[in-house]
């Protein structure tokens, strides 16, 4: 096995490391994409089966738009078209043939199903009308990163439709509180959410929330988004109905998204020295079985592995024994690489006692544990709970508040959240960006209530508002 | 709501009215591409799920391939690019610039993923390497039908490698058996296994095996294959492992995929005048609920609906209260023609007995029942394996055996499988389809042992075939 980089030592070739050596994915041959191994994928297919379920719950139903999309869809909403121009990849040839009209390769479904919208949608009984899709979008990106950032990534875009500006707005705030809750509950992720400010919002939104993700080199990730589009596409799309009162309006629209990159979260938010290290709700193995064989009794501790992770499975636990011809030493390194929650030794002594040795892959502490159900379930709730306490514990040590422009230049070297008083302007962001690379990443909502004196331009009534570097 | 052509009328139109009025799927902007809505969306997450868990549990492994593939590795198989370069998608710009090299949108994935597989495999510790991926294709095809052919689809494809030609051989059967028996336990279709005929094999395979699916106007649809690619992708993309005895090898390769095509074989093969019969394993809704509301008791009868309602879904069935104003009429060809497989009426004499009045959409039959669990769940599997059962008395009964051409014409007139002796013969296969627009479907496996004189060319040795008119 290669080794892997410390992170310790440099983050970025550490990132690069883990994702190859722990066959979460590999480079595509087009500049720019990506391929998602059999253990990424795993945590992906995991991933949606969480958030679907939640989507779900809310009344949103799935359904499945075409890939290709008319060029002049896109013109029709101005500010649109403008953000996501320079990022199109377009379709000229069709069956040997030079198209009329290129086609676009979506890069995200608000033109495309909107059309749709305006025809399904006629009277107040339509609505709210509530469509996600999960698939897959290109957007031509400069500079990629592996899960980050890529030409082509896989994700899900929520769309819905409402009578009223309140219920859209309600609308909103439940997408990206789902986020916020789902990334807590199942990814052991801490994360901030906020408003965005006018130059990171939405191309052809009013205004976008966001949940923001601190990594452990102090970059922000913003991990998923969801925007009020407010009645900007109905009334280029002509999205109206018939209210109650037989009159017609346009209607109030949000949509919402979540993609790959939140694996990329995932890695760079929870992993260490060693590798990985995967919260067991979304861990594609939750235990790794590895014994521990001597000559002699081999046969017969195998059987018993093998029968343990049987009746693992049957428990609903995802178990895999590594029966393979390599050493413990070999195992445990790999094992601990690709971030698997739980390790159990079994060797004679284990038969003999009925207990195993657990390996805790979080804190790297071994201890002895009967291999039962409850004791099992109450050890990963356990890690779950960790890696989220560890996060946020890393969030709020790195989160750092200021007044002004030197200590704000200071705490952005030092990496993490940087808050402070700042009143929205694009201007004034594009200058603070160029002197120290920071973004904006949002106004949190926890803080709206607050307000101050600007840290960069002295102007009063400014909101607390979290800056970094990022992704 | 609009009415719907009765199937025994117009075939082709009641097609294109049940398609949309059911809301199955609507027609995309760009032509031949279908937007499926949630209704149909719901039925391909039911078959995927169906069929993903019998994916997995043959111990293949989900990735994910990029969408674009560079032009040149198409023609690296010098069939595979004949048989594809007529239906391809090209992208030549992207992010604003003219790209150096065309990239091809995938048609199909061999050659990206087998320019992965080159790096991966390296001895024959890494085989049998098997890989599946659910994703959309897309193909420039000039006759275009809602659902079951279009520019893009959507669907899995299923990549094997092996040490062995017996073992690639074994999975290419492996992979259409399962098919089989998935469309018959999950979709109630009666299907005929085979080989196809050298004209009709995959761009780039030594043989191919199909399943072919009798539609209930006579027409056969090729629902599935899967593909004995040797080692001629192997040659080109290098695919090379160490054997046990440390010679260099290439690997013998399989490849297999089942699209939403199927969805239209499940509406052509089971609807009839009234819409659609879904088999229960794929119906969004397995139950309707139509309350049957008098004036003085509605609230009584609707509380118990509700009542009714939840303890069915937390028993797991899919169930739909219809507690809409509209009339119990409108009601009841609404969920007919929307195939829904088992209706309760429910008024105030349901109330009072405790049994529901039960309608069976398959036979349009009703009576009384108890809504218990194990009675709901025994008529749902009769009515699944009802479905099968007529689908199966219809395709026999559509299956004729002749012996010569005239004969031929004329049963081909008649609509259904005509079974002839046949010597595979490219140029006599053309013949034929010019002469009465059928086509070889396939020679079935169960009749594999069987020989005669070809039914065209006298000539001997031929073997059983199935020819049809076909989609």
């Keep these: 096995m290669s080794q892997i980089t410390p992170r310790s030592q440099n983050q970025a070739r550490w990132y690069q490391d883990v994702v190859r050596e722990a066959q979460l994915a590999d480079y595509g041959p087009v500049r720019g994409t990506i391929i998602y191994r059999p253990y990424g994928y795993a945590i992906w297919e995991l991933i949606q089966a969480g958030l679907d379920k939640r989507i779900k719950a809310a009344g949103v139903q799935n359904s499945y738009f075409p890939l290709f999309i008319p060029y002049s869809f896109l013109e029709k909403e101005k500010q649109h078209i403008e953000g996501f121009a320079p990022e199109l990849a377009l379709v000229t040839h069709g069956g040997g043939k030079k198209l009329e009209e290129p086609l676009v390769v979506r890069p995200t479904s608000e033109t495309i199903m909107y059309h749709s919208f305006a025809k399904w949608i006629q009277s107040y009984n339509d609505l709210p009308l509530m469509i996600n899709q999960w698939n897959n979008v290109v957007r031509w990106e400069k500079r990629t990163l592996p899960i980050i950032r890529g030409l082509e990534f896989l994700w899900q875009e929520g769309h819905t439709a409402h009578a009223t500006k309140a219920e859209a707005d309600k609308e909103v705030i439940r997408a990206i509180t789902m986020y916020h809750d789902f990334v807590r509950d199942q990814l052991s992720l801490y994360s901030i959410v906020g408003y965005k400010t006018e130059s990171e919002k939405f191309s052809g939104a009013d205004y976008t929330t966001t949940f923001e993700v601190l990594l452990r080199d102090g970059k922000a990730l913003q991990s998923g988004t969801s925007h009020m589009l407010a009645q900007n596409f109905a009334r280029n799309f002509n999205i109206q109905f018939l209210d109650k009162q037989g009159k017609l309006k346009y209607v109030w629209q949000t949509s919402w998204g979540l993609s790959t990159r939140i694996i990329g979260a995932l890695i760079m938010a929870h992993g260490d020295d060693k590798g990985l290290r995967l919260p067991p709700e979304v861990a594609p193995i939750q235990v790794v079985i590895v014994p521990i064989l001597k000559q002699d009794k081999?046969?017969?501790?195998?059987?018993?592995?093998?029968?343990?992770?049987?009746?693992?499975?049957?428990?609903?636990?995802?178990?895999?024994?590594?029966?393979?011809?390599?050493?413990?030493?070999?195992?445990?390194?790999?094992?601990?690489?690709?971030?698997?929650?739980?390790?159990?030794e079994i060797g004679q002594a284990e038969l003999e006692t009925g207990e195993v040795t657990a390996l805790r892959r979080d804190l790297m502490t071994k201890f002895k544990i009967k291999p039962k159900f409850d004791i099992i379930t109450e050890f990963l709730a356990k890690i779950q709970a960790n890696l989220l306490s560890e996060h946020k514990k890393y969030t709020l040590e790195h989160t750092w508040e200021v007044d002004n422009f030197k200590d704000f230049k200071q705490a952005i070297d030092k990496g993490g959240?940087?808050?402070?008083?700042?009143?929205?302007?694009?201007?004034?962001?594009?200058?603070?960006?160029?002197?120290?690379?920071?973004?904006?990443?949002?106004?949190?909502?926890?803080?709206?209530?607050?307000?101050?004196?600007?840290?960069?331009?002295?102007?009063?009534?400014a909101k607390l508002t979290l800056f970094a570097k990022a992704y």
């Design 298 to 344: 081999s046969n017969e501790v195998l059987n018993y592995c093998r029968q343990l992770a049987g009746r693992l499975k049957d428990m609903g636990f995802r178990v895999h024994l590594d029966a393979s011809s390599k050493t413990p030493g070999f195992k445990f390194n790999y094992w601990e690489l690709k971030g698997v929650p739980l390790r159990f």
């Design 417 to 461: 959240f940087v808050k402070v008083f700042y009143a929205d302007d694009a201007k004034v962001e594009a200058e603070i960006k160029e002197k120290t690379t920071a973004t904006a990443r949002c106004i949190p909502m926890s803080s709206l209530d607050q307000s101050g004196r600007d840290f960069y331009t002295q102007k009063t009534k």
